[in-house]
């Protein structure tokens, strides 16, 4: 951390711990990516917060040296998003929440709250201590050129894990902090919008919770192999142990850099799929 942030206070700590009571401490700050992370990411528990509840206490400081408190979210709702460097959803989704912000910056407060590295590697290991944190937020901020605040959540992460630590999950929070929506993906950017056009327009969202799924990991599949180039290869070799179908998409996905970023993974899976189907095919009128 620079100098001129040290002034700055470290955030304070929710008052309510995690629900789901298992990633706290150490765990949360895992080293290497594991299959049990993949699949807690894939779901959110009955549990967790979600549309109706109010978000727990918390007061965390933002890097242009203000603060992100739950008592003084202001009297706009507030588009609250978690994620990381070495997330590649994050990555997906950090073009799509600057459009957003552009769009709708002025009805809404945008924060991106910086957490734990999703994929940590050798040049971007996990954090340790706040003061790494708080550098991986200035970096997140300066890779994505965010316009809208950046804010810090403490080492262990306790706002993350109350509302349940997925990697790069979104809340629309009402001025009083109820949830009136939560996304599993911040680049499902389609089911944010509608969701906070209907807040502004004085409804409730369609939908309360966003149900994509494979689309935005899709999106994200083309953005691994850059991750893996700034954050070390220590994050391949993890993925390929952890979620191999990923490892196999993402490689494939380094030969169609012609198209889109984001439109790689989709491609990706369907010549997989593809290749799949031949092979399949090829070995059944071989036995029969």
Not at 9 to 36: L, V
Request: aromatic share 6%.
């Amino acid at each position: 951390m620079t100098a001129q942030h040290s002034p700055i206070p470290r955030p304070t700590p929710p008052t309510r711990t995690g629900q789901s009571g298992d990633q706290g401490g150490e765990a949360y700050r895992f080293d290497t990516f594991r299959t049990g992370l993949l699949i807690d990411d894939m779901r959110f528990r009955r549990t967790d917060s979600g549309p109706g509840d109010r978000v727990p206490d918390f007061d965390l400081p933002t890097l242009d040296g203000g603060r992100f408190r739950s008592d003084a979210l202001g009297t706009r709702p507030a588009l609250l998003i978690f994620g990381s460097r070495t997330c590649p959803v994050t990555e997906s989704a950090g073009p799509r929440l600057e459009r957003l912000h552009r769009e709708l910056g002025d009805d809404v407060r945008f924060v991106f709250v910086n957490t734990r590295e999703a994929h940590p590697g050798e040049q971007i290991p996990q954090p340790k201590t706040f003061d790494e944190k708080w550098a991986h937020a200035q970096t997140v901020q300066d890779h994505h050129g965010f316009s809208f605040e950046v804010a810090v959540d403490d080492i262990d992460g306790q706002l993350h894990r109350h509302l349940s630590p997925k990697p790069n999950s979104a809340y629309l929070l009402l001025p009083d902090g109820t949830i009136a929506y939560r996304a599993h993906w911040a680049n499902d950017d389609a089911a944010l919008t509608d969701a906070i056009d209907a807040v502004l327009a004085g409804h409730p969202p369609p939908r309360g919770r966003s149900r994509a799924m494979l689309r935005p990991l899709l999106r994200a599949v083309g953005h691994l192999p850059g991750i893996v180039r700034d954050g070390g290869p220590k994050i391949e070799r993890d993925v390929w142990h952890a979620a191999a179908p990923l490892a196999i998409l993402a490689r494939v996905s380094t030969y169609l850099r012609p198209l889109p970023i984001d439109k790689r993974g989709p491609v990706a899976a369907a010549c997989v799929t593809l290749i799949i189907g031949v092979l399949t095919a090829v070995v059944w009128s071989g036995t029969t």
